[in-house]
């Protein structure tokens, strides 16, 4: 190896940086990836790991029972300020109920506490810890005593836990402000934006949409009841503040780790000397080659989605990795950054309660009059402001982004809550440039899109992604291991890298699986059973490393390719076993983001089978054979496999 | 629209492919040689770029313009990739694409 300060041509100190940078954050790297991948898919995941949901049946928005939401949002929530529903769609098949909850004086003492609602705001007094419990589920938090009341509220808790992200215009928006810095939340607490300034909503803390909630069957109107999960958020949450540690902390890694990211894509297109002549070219079974091959196919053929997803995740954590220009512009009001870099919707005014009783109009009807003034797009979400009220104003808003620049505004119409006459709307707004540039950064990397085309093609980049990360790492091995084939030994660092792109590669998608596992076989009322899931993952990604550790390296990739790719492949199955709906009845249903998981865990499953097989057989070219190291070229088939499996 | 736009970038990138010496002679290692002189394959990557250009307006139909556009990039990636994968183990079977 050369050393750092050697004059040198361009190519060879751009090779050098290119493969140090690579290494060095590569196994985090690879978690990143293959967390944030999934995570395009959170939604769903979070409905597969709550079997209970699955009842939901599919119906046609006309035929939604919105007569019974409307009874249920009656009884428990009849002074509330709004009531929102939000309708079933392709990401979600159920139907949420969410108000803003009335004036805290009538509420019974401590529900403030425990409410979701301020799961930001309770950082202060409870610690880190408690706050990455939010999302894990209210229900490990505090357990209410056993009474009849109790229990009912934590039922409640439990289901608004578990549900608090859902895929409509409002779940996206308040997941949107989880990758803000953390000071915003209590400035927003110490003065509530405009939206939110009557004093009902100062209750609700930063958020607007983060109030109790409830999820029903959009057929029956009967109320079903999720287990406490963390759901997909698991796995989003620790694609960009990793777990156990700081959250603060957890970001910084992860942004350090997309600095060298970006390094690394940046000297990897200068080092790669043939990048069109070489664009389509894959040589398999030709050992290092191969994996070079491998390594830059994957990388060039997507590297428009490498270079924007890296920069944007920069981006994302730009005003806490670079904060002088918006704490000297902007004298550290995140708030007021936030509202200059937002076009925000022009304001509609809010309706004054009358204090007459009039009776809502038909919902149903309105669904219909928007679709069709919306050429067919579908309806996100019903806020009913000032419910009961003769001055009652309902609020229908568009399913999904239907652009990348505006942000987070959707298309909305606004009618009188009573008469069901059309009010006037206002009009989306024009972003500026910065805006727009912002917003579809944002957008893109979140995959925030109405229809599953542009989120599937970010799941296939990303799944090549993390081939090429892979890929990239045992190109070192395999290259290193070259060399030293005449050794007795493998030198200690080539072994550490060994036994890290074992454990970081097979041992994740083990602990993946086993993750999805635990989701069912841990008992639906087991005490602090979201804590459990995510302690498994743990668990069995610490057992993979012990393994790779304890094997001889080729053995440890089969069994772990072998162990991953068997716990995959039966999750269709566990899933029928658990309670879940099974594959022929999602399919039949109509249920496609249930069928869709059930399908990718299969074929992610078999292609991790056939990596192991494929490794199994694996024959060292003769020239190696007779020396040491057994895993010389764990194998093409790893690459082959998963791009099988994508 | 979708299939429209992907099936183009696909056609697209096959012809390109064509283009390039390398793969024209894997692709059509059967055929008469005129059918890789060079003539021909400078015509092939000149409809390859068109093809990939004219794959963009049915994506921007469907999904508007700025969807529309990432959504075409994420057709390159996948046309492209699934292109590199048939041209490693059964090159052949692009010469029905391309005449």
Redesign the interface.
């Known amino acids: 190896m050369t050393t750092f300060d050697q004059a040198r041509p361009l190519r060879q100190s751009m090779s050098w940086l290119h493969t140090w940078s690579g290494l060095t954050l590569g196994w985090l790297l690879f978690a990143v990836y293959v967390t944030g991948t999934l995570s395009y898919f959170r939604n769903e995941i979070t409905f597969w790991m709550q079997p209970e949901l699955h009842r939901a049946q599919v119906v046609a928005p006309e035929r939604i029972a919105y007569d019974r939401a409307l009874a249920l949002l009656a009884r428990e929530a009849p002074d509330a300020q709004q009531w929102t529903i939000t309708l079933p769609g392709a990401r979600n098949p159920t139907l949420g109920l969410s108000w803003q909850s009335p004036p805290a004086e009538n509420r019974q003492p401590g529900a403030a506490r425990e409410r979701p609602a301020n799961r930001e705001g309770a950082r202060g007094e409870e610690g880190a810890r408690e706050n990455r419990g939010r999302d894990r589920g209210a229900a490990t938090r505090e357990r209410p005593g056993a009474d009849g009341e109790g229990a009912r509220r934590e039922n409640r808790e439990r289901v608004q836990a578990a549900t608090r992200e859902r895929p409509s215009a409002d779940g996206e928006e308040s997941a949107i402000d989880d990758v803000e810095p953390l000071e915003a939340t209590r400035q927003a607490e110490a003065n509530p934006p405009q939206r939110q300034a009557g004093p009902q909503r100062q209750q609700q803390g930063g958020g607007g949409h983060r109030g109790p909630r409830l999820v029903l069957d959009p057929a029956s109107g009967e109320t079903l009841e999720g287990r406490a999960t963390a759901g997909g958020n698991f796995l989003y949450r620790f694609h960009f503040e990793l777990y156990g540690m700081d959250r603060i902390w957890g970001r910084w890694i992860v942004g350090i780790a997309t600095m060298f990211m970006f390094v690394a894509l940046v000297s990897g297109v200068i080092v790669h000397r043939r990048i069109f002549k070489d664009f389509f070219t894959f040589r398999p079974g030709k050992g290092k080659r191969s994996w070079l091959d491998g390594h830059n196919a994957s990388s060039v053929l997507s590297l428009p989605f490498h270079l924007i997803i890296t920069f944007s995740g920069l981006v994302l954590f730009g005003h806490m990795m670079m904060p002088t220009a918006f704490q000297s512009a902007y004298q550290g009001n995140f708030l007021a950054y936030r509202e200059a870099m937002r076009a925000r919707m022009p304001q509609s005014e809010t309706p004054r309660p009358s204090g007459e009783r009039a009776p809502l109009t038909d919902l149903a009807a309105l669904v219909a009059a928007a679709q069709q003034t919306w050429g067919g797009k579908p309806v996100g979400s019903i806020a009913i402001t000032l419910p009961g009220d003769r001055n009652a104003v309902v609020e229908l808003r568009q399913m999904g982004f239907p652009s990348l620049t505006n942000g987070r505004n959707v298309p909305a119409l606004r009618f009188n809550g009573v008469t069901g006459e059309r009010l006037a709307t206002p009009a989306l707004p024009e972003p500026g440039a910065v805006q727009a540039i912002g917003s579809a950064l944002n957008l893109l990397h979140r995959g925030f899109f109405a229809t599953p085309v542009p989120r599937w093609l970010l799941f296939l980049s990303g799944v090549g992604g993390s081939l090429m990360i892979a890929s990239g790492l045992l190109v070192w091995s395999v290259a290193r291991a070259r060399k030293t084939s005449g050794a007795a030994r493998a030198p200690w660092g080539h072994r550490l890298v060994e036994v890290l792109n074992i454990a970081s590669i097979a041992g994740l998608m083990v602990a993946i699986a086993v993750h999805f596992w635990a989701n069912r076989l841990i008992p639906a009322d087991w005490p602090a059973r979201a804590d459990w899931e995510i302690r498994a993952f743990f668990i069995a990604w610490a057992v993979t490393f012990v393994h790779a550790i304890a094997r001889r390296p080729k053995a440890a990739w089969v069994e772990q390719l072998a162990c991953a790719g068997g716990l995959s492949a039966l999750l269709p199955l566990i899933n029928a076993a658990t309670g879940g709906l099974a594959l022929p009845g999602s399919i039949g249903r109509g249920l496609g983001l249930l069928a869709g998981f059930d399908l990718c865990a299969l074929a992610i499953g078999a292609g991790l089978l056939f990596a192991a097989y494929k490794v199994r057989r694996h024959a060292p070219p003769a020239r190696f054979a007779a020396s040491g190291d057994p895993a010389t070229e764990p194998g093409a088939p790893l690459r082959e496999a998963a791009e099988e499996a994508a | 629209m979708?299939l429209l736009s992907l099936a183009l970038v696909f056609w697209g990138?096959a012809a390109i492919?064509a283009g390039?010496e390398?793969?024209a002679r894997d692709i059509f290692a059967a055929s008469p040689s005129s059918m890789r002189s060079p003539r021909v394959r400078r015509l092939r990557l000149l409809a390859g770029y068109l093809l990939l250009a004219l794959a963009l307006p049915p994506a921007i139909a469907?999904?508007?313009?700025?969807?529309g556009v990432?959504?075409w990039?994420?057709?390159?990636?996948?046309a492209?990739?699934a292109?590199?994968?048939i041209?490693?183990?059964r090159p052949r079977i692009l010469r029905r694409v391309l005449r």
Request: no cysteine; proline share 0%; charged share 5%.
């Open positions: 979708n990138f492919a390039m390398r793969h469907a999904h508007g313009l700025s969807i990432s959504v990039f994420g057709f390159l990636a996948l492209s990739t292109l590199a994968l041209l490693s183990w």
